[in-house]
């Protein structure tokens, strides 16, 4: 996936929390949906399978989320 097609989602303050980002980001319809993605080594922060919901999220920070046939990304602005 190029740089340029990862899209840069913007948070209000410094920080968030992987569980909301998946939300804002429209990857999960809801906290339950992130949960269980996030539960199922289905999220990668920095490249890295990511299992905890309350993961603080700095800007800049890539995350990537693997679905049936696709893999979403996006960058925390």
Excluded: C, H, W, Y
Excluded at 21 to 31: I, R
Excluded at 36 to 62: F, N, P
């Amino acid at each position: 996936m190029a740089s340029d097609d990862i899209e840069i989602v913007p948070i209000t303050g410094d920080m968030i929390r992987l569980g909301q980002f998946l939300k804002f980001a429209n990857f999960a319809e809801s906290g339950a949906a992130a949960g269980e993605l996030i539960q199922g080594g289905d999220v990668r922060v920095d490249g890295e399978v990511e299992t905890r919901r309350g993961r603080q999220l700095a800007k800049g920070m890539l995350i990537e989320v693997q679905l049936p046939g696709t893999t979403l990304a996006a960058r925390v602005g």
